[in-house]
């Protein structure tokens, strides 16, 4: 996990004033359709395979995403369906070495428990189907199995991650891909969370939490694993281990030791010594990831995410291709999605923070770009709104950074706020397109994503200052956000909503019972309402991690975390909570289950306050089924046009609205139902 420090910006009066009497303020705002927004995009996900000659990607059929497969250089309306999913999209995919083969991950109703199964590209169609030919890796249900490395010199192999054995820790087997038969490699008895292999498929590194919440990474010497080699305490952390060719040293991102960011380093797996390689040159913000070669393995750059991205090349090469892409593309966001085998051929994506994205195929040798695909095509860029870099200082003078999204074509003057803090909490926003904060905005809503203390990349001293602060300090992040633009002339203080999913989802819950005098109103999407019930139900297989949660969250067998934990729970708050609430939960989510939202959903209607509830049958930790996706944000704009004034488009196709009705009846809790909520 990544974690950083923060550094100055632009002001928040500077930039809104640039925007409000620029020259968009000229120009009518229309409403545009919801579905745009948040209705299946054209393609997503699309990578390319190792000898460059193809590109599986997702694409609509029937209503659903699913695995589809074109030649390069071929226009996507002749791409083949692989897949033929009626209830929701493949959860992710992966390239055998030899390009042979797509191994595609699924689970049931968004419960996570992963299954795997093989795809064939190279056998003739199943007559019945028109579908490749599929292959299930046999495995317990409730288990789940997931690729975990790829060795290039081994390309029939894979190695994967599986918790079959325990369901709370990871084993790892090796498949043989053409016999899809699996062979025991290492029983993760002692409770590692990170496995690493070397580039030849070798297991050869573990990490492990202590008790006082920070990491070792030790050797595995055949069965066993060896002392530390290296540890870091609750405030630092290591990850992105990447071996070199030879696999006598590998790269790993740090902060470790003296200073604030995290940095690219180069470790001796025998001796555990770190050599500190680079950190931002502009002494900002973390290491965000570090790039290799797919042919070579080798180092070819960093990249950094400040306020926006920054690039920095290692590889001459490299380089030069990317500059001649971003002198293509001025203004926008140059990715490297992906790439073939030998660095030929490159598959790129150009966003921008108004512009959801368009894949182009890139031929490095004869520098010809070629258009793959759109991702929103139909939306309408051109009223799309900036998404401006902000800062403001926090309640104990800690600056905040951020993003704030203001209408297209308005003067931003006493606007109504939609604050939207991300989930995790341990991630962060990133300036680019935001779907939701794009419409919205559109709604006429000023959108605040602040990413308060304990979000990554901002340095260790940020991170760690979240430490037991949910619903305090991290809180006031967002409350003292809010002052700042009000005093600012640009949001009304009668007109502002919080929003949020996952850690976000608690964040609005504590909004309305911590600050009830801020907001107007307040939704929660999975979002837990109960510290006691969150940690008392996450998964199982995030024991090797659970040391993270007491640590930072709270030990609810420490009567001093007890008392402070039970206080920070919007739950035993209730009565404080005035404001209308929304609540939307998936009734398979194995992270933050139903129950988090059954009781706060129970206290608000016993209390005769105003809630709405939506509960999708078929949905876990997030909705991958457009028909819920839509059918909740319609629900949203609704509650949002009612409470702080947005605008509202006031037609939605009928199926849309029986979904609703549907979504609504799954939040019908009988009286009584929930089991009361108790502390240890």
């Given at each position: ?18 925007v ?30 190792p ?13 659903i ?11 996507l309306?002749l791409?083949?369906a ?18 042979r ?14 299954r795997?199964?093989r795809?064939?590209?190279?056998e ?33 192999e ?10 709370k820790?990871?084993d ?9 038969q ?11 969370a ?8 070798n ?10 919440g920070?990491?070792?990474l ?19 952390a ?14 790993l ?17 025998k001796s ?57 593309f ?12 030998d ?58 950074p951020g ?20 989930g ?21 809503l ?40 009000v005093?600012k002339g ?10 949020g ?26 979002g ?21 949660f ?10 001093e975390?007890?008392?402070r ?26 992270r933050?289950?139903?129950?988090e ?18 509960v ?25 046009h ?6 509202l ?6 199926w ?11 939040g ?13």
């Amino acid at each position: 996990m990544s974690k950083s420090w923060m550094s100055q910006a632009l002001g928040l009066g500077f930039l809104i004033f640039a925007v409000s009497c620029g020259e968009k303020s000229k120009v009518a705002r229309d409403l545009i359709d919801r579905e745009l927004f948040f209705g299946n995009p054209a393609l997503a996900s699309p990578q390319l395979s190792p000898d460059g000659q193809w590109v599986a990607f997702l694409k609509e059929k029937e209503g659903i995403l699913n695995l589809h497969l074109v030649r390069w250089g071929e226009k996507l309306e002749l791409a083949r369906a692989l897949t033929a999913e009626k209830s929701r999209p493949p959860a992710g995919f992966s390239w055998t070495r030899d390009s042979r083969y797509l191994l595609v991950a699924q689970d049931s109703g968004g419960d996570e428990n992963y299954r795997l199964r093989r795809l064939d590209l190279s056998e003739p169609e199943d007559p019945q189907t028109g579908l490749p030919v599929a292959q299930e890796l046999p495995i317990r249900k409730g288990a789940r199995a997931m690729v975990m490395a790829l060795p290039k010199g081994k390309p029939n192999e894979a190695l994967l991650q599986v918790n079959e054995r325990d369901e709370k820790y990871f084993d790892i087997e090796r498949l043989d891909i053409a016999t899809m038969q699996r062979t025991p490699v290492w029983e993760n008895r002692e409770g590692c969370a990170d496995l690493v292999a070397d580039l030849d498929g070798n297991l050869r590194l573990a990490t492990r939490m202590t008790q006082d919440g920070g990491t070792e990474l030790m050797r595995v010497e055949g069965k066993k694993l060896s002392k530390p080699i290296l540890k870091v305490s609750w405030q630092e952390a290591m990850g992105g281990f990447t071996f070199r060719k030879g696999g006598r040293t590998l790269y790993l991102e740090t902060n470790v030791g003296e200073g604030d960011l995290s940095y690219l380093a180069e470790m001796d797996p025998k001796s555990g010594k770190v050599t500190r390689l680079e950190s931002d040159p502009l002494g900002r913000v973390d290491l965000s990831r570090a790039a290799f070669s797919e042919a070579t393995d080798e180092l070819v750059g960093t990249v950094y995410f400040d306020d926006r991205k920054r690039n920095y090349w290692k590889d001459k090469g490299f380089e030069e291709d990317f500059l001649f892409l971003k002198k293509k593309f001025p203004n926008l966001e140059v990715g490297l999605a992906d790439m073939s085998g030998d660095d030929g051929r490159w598959l790129v994506l150009i966003s921008g923070d108004m512009d959801p994205g368009t894949y182009y195929l890139f031929d490095r040798k004869s520098r010809e770009v070629s258009l793959f695909g759109v991702l929103r095509p139909d939306l309408p860029k051109e009223k799309l709104a900036p998404m401006m870099p902000v800062r403001y200082p926090s309640s104990d003078g800690m600056e905040i950074p951020g993003y704030l999204t203001l209408p297209y074509g308005v003067e931003a003057k006493q606007l109504p706020l939609l604050v939207m803090p991300h989930g995790g909490p341990w991630a962060r926003d990133y300036w680019g397109y935001n779907g939701t904060a794009q419409f919205f905005a559109n709604r006429g809503l000023a959108v605040l994503q602040p990413n308060f203390r304990q979000s990554t990349g901002y340095g260790k001293k940020f991170y760690s200052a979240g430490r037991h602060e949910w619903g305090d300090k991290m809180q006031d992040d967002l409350t003292w956000g809010v002052k700042d633009l009000v005093a600012k002339g640009v949001v009304d203080p009668k007109r502002v909503a919080i929003y949020g999913g996952s850690y976000g989802g608690y964040a609005a819950l504590a909004g309305l019972a911590f600050t009830p005098e801020v907001y107007a109103a307040g939704a929660s999407f999975v979002g837990p309402s109960n510290l006691f019930t969150l940690l008392n139900s996450i998964p199982p297989y995030w024991e090797s991690v659970r040391q993270q949660f007491d640590y930072y969250v709270g030990d609810p067998k420490n009567p001093e975390d007890e008392v402070r934990m039970r206080r920070q729970s919007p739950l035993f708050s209730v009565e404080k909570m005035k404001a209308p609430l929304m609540v939307v939960q998936g009734a398979n989510d194995p992270r933050v289950k139903q129950a988090e939202s059954d009781q706060i959903v129970e206290a608000y209607r016993k209390r005769g306050q105003a809630v709405e509830y939506l509960v999708a049958a078929d949905e876990g930790h997030g909705f991958a089924r457009p028909d819920n996706r839509l059918a909740a944000m319609l629900a949203l704009e609704r509650f949002l046009h009612r409470h702080i004034g947005s605008e509202l488009q006031q037609k939605a196709p009928k199926w849309m609205e029986e979904k609703l009705t549907k979504l609504k009846a799954g939040g019908t809790i009988p009286h009584g139902s929930e089991k009361k909520a108790k502390t240890p």
